[in-house]
């Protein structure tokens, strides 16, 4: 069974420019979010989907900052126009349906290293 | 407010040796998780330990958790050259979705 994928591993940009990341979750996954992790601090949420709807986007930062899941399979990250503080590693996951308690545990992509010069 | 806190930052041992790692949270949970992090790739989960849980095992790791003191502790015996990674503790809300909150990780080195 294929692992949550994440493209591209690395991604160098300047300030200003678009860039757009993308996650492939398990297959079978309802569940997909995405995390960021900005110059070794702690992991933050992003958001939730529940197959193509967002259940939860609170840690989006700003506008900038737009996530989609088109027919609930793959999803896309696009950061317009990337600022300097947006430099950081993006992690996707995704799970199975909830169970109550929050007792479903993650899988991880390897995560897309974003640079923004 | 951040909800998990890693203690040390960082840790450096000799192989073999065994490794403990301190995880404080600030709200009530259900469960708390345990992830790594390899170099260059994603995290893997580790153990989930349940609020009445105290103490959990699973091979070389043994986690603890301490509800009153809003703590966890997570303990790599006999650590080999391939534990040398970043490790996070991490939280689901009480109540709602699955949304876990990370904290800043603890790196640990394990020097052969």
């Known amino acids: 069974e294929a692992g949550v994928t994440q493209f591209p591993s690395h991604s160098v940009i300047e300030k200003g420019q678009t860039v757009t990341l993308r996650c492939d979750p398990i297959s079978g996954h309802d569940n997909l979010y995405w995390y960021r992790r900005v110059m070794g601090k702690e992991i933050k949420f992003l958001l939730h989907f529940v197959k193509e709807s967002k259940q939860d986007e609170s840690g989006m930062p700003n506008n900038r900052f737009l996530a989609e899941r088109t027919g609930g399979t793959y999803s896309t990250l696009k950061v317009q126009p990337a600022e300097l503080e947006d430099s950081g590693v993006y992690f996707c996951a995704s799970s199975q349906k909830p169970q109550l308690g929050g007792s479903e545990k993650l899988f991880f992509g390897s995560g897309t290293q974003l640079s923004v010069l | 407010s951040q909800q998990g806190e890693e203690d040390p930052q960082a840790l450096s041992i000799q192989e073999g040796e065994n490794a403990t790692m301190n995880c404080s949270y600030k709200?009530?949970?259900?469960?708390l998780q345990w992830y790594r992090q390899n170099s260059g790739r994603g995290l893997v989960h580790l153990i989930l330990?349940?609020?009445?849980?105290r103490e959990k095992h699973s091979g070389r790791l043994r986690v603890t958790l301490d509800t009153s003191k809003k703590s966890s502790s997570l303990l790599i015996t006999a650590s080999r050259a391939a534990d040398t990674a970043s490790y996070f503790c991490a939280t689901p809300p009480l109540f709602g979705n699955e949304k876990l909150t990370f904290g800043t990780g603890t790196r640990l080195t394990i020097i052969p």
């Open positions: 709200t009530s949970i259900n469960n």
């Open positions: 330990i349940r609020s009445n849980e």
